[in-house]
């Protein structure tokens, strides 16, 4: 009786158990070069004192300018080289406050970014609340 006792006790006691948490990525985790969705760019992030940012590097094939661009002096700058992820800060485990540039539609757009691997980045960029937005998926180039 005491054995089915210590049994029925344990069972009761592990439904009530949480999981571990899991453990945040220390914030220079997003620092490298990041492959976009549509595979069409290299991203650079890097660290900057008390942010991040992060600037094309890589190939935009066709070569291409930033034709978008609602400052017309701005329309004849080549892509590879703008920095188009601004003023990121690290908290509990995402990278918040932070604004994506666009050059296809030549907007900018508030931005999350996060970690769920350690090879891959969901950016999430939106207007207004992070409701109205679209995520995409990079991949971490070695």
């Given at each position: 009786?005491?054995?089915?006792?210590?049994?029925?006790?344990?069972?009761?006691?592990?439904?009530?158990?949480?999981?571990?948490?899991?453990?945040?990525?220390?914030?220079?985790?997003?620092?490298?070069?990041?492959?976009?969705?549509?595979?069409?760019?290299?991203?650079?992030?890097?660290?900057?004192?008390?942010?991040?940012?992060?600037?094309?590097?890589?190939?935009?094939?066709?070569?291409?300018?930033?034709?978008?661009?609602?400052?017309?002096?701005?329309?004849?700058?080549?892509?590879?080289?703008?920095?188009?992820?601004?003023?990121?800060?690290?908290?509990?485990?995402?990278?918040?406050?932070?604004?994506?540039?666009?050059?296809?539609?030549?907007?900018?757009?508030?931005?999350?970014l996060r970690l769920p691997g350690p090879n891959t980045l969901t950016v999430r960029g939106y207007?207004?609340?992070?409701?109205?937005?679209?995520?995409?998926?990079?991949?971490?180039?070695?």
């Amino acid at each position: 009786m005491r054995a089915l006792l210590a049994i029925g006790t344990l069972a009761t006691a592990s439904l009530f158990q949480r999981p571990a948490p899991v453990a945040a990525p220390p914030a220079d985790a997003i620092v490298g070069r990041w492959l976009t969705a549509d595979k069409s760019g290299i991203i650079q992030i890097y660290a900057r004192p008390g942010s991040y940012e992060g600037k094309v590097v890589g190939p935009v094939a066709p070569p291409r300018l930033d034709d978008h661009n609602p400052d017309l002096a701005l329309r004849r700058r080549p892509l590879v080289g703008i920095v188009n992820l601004r003023g990121f800060r690290y908290a509990e485990g995402a990278w918040t406050d932070g604004t994506i540039y666009d050059p296809n539609s030549g907007k900018t757009y508030s931005c999350t970014l996060r970690l769920p691997g350690p090879n891959t980045l969901t950016v999430r960029g939106y207007v207004g609340i992070s409701l109205f937005g679209r995520t995409d998926t990079w991949t971490r180039l070695n």
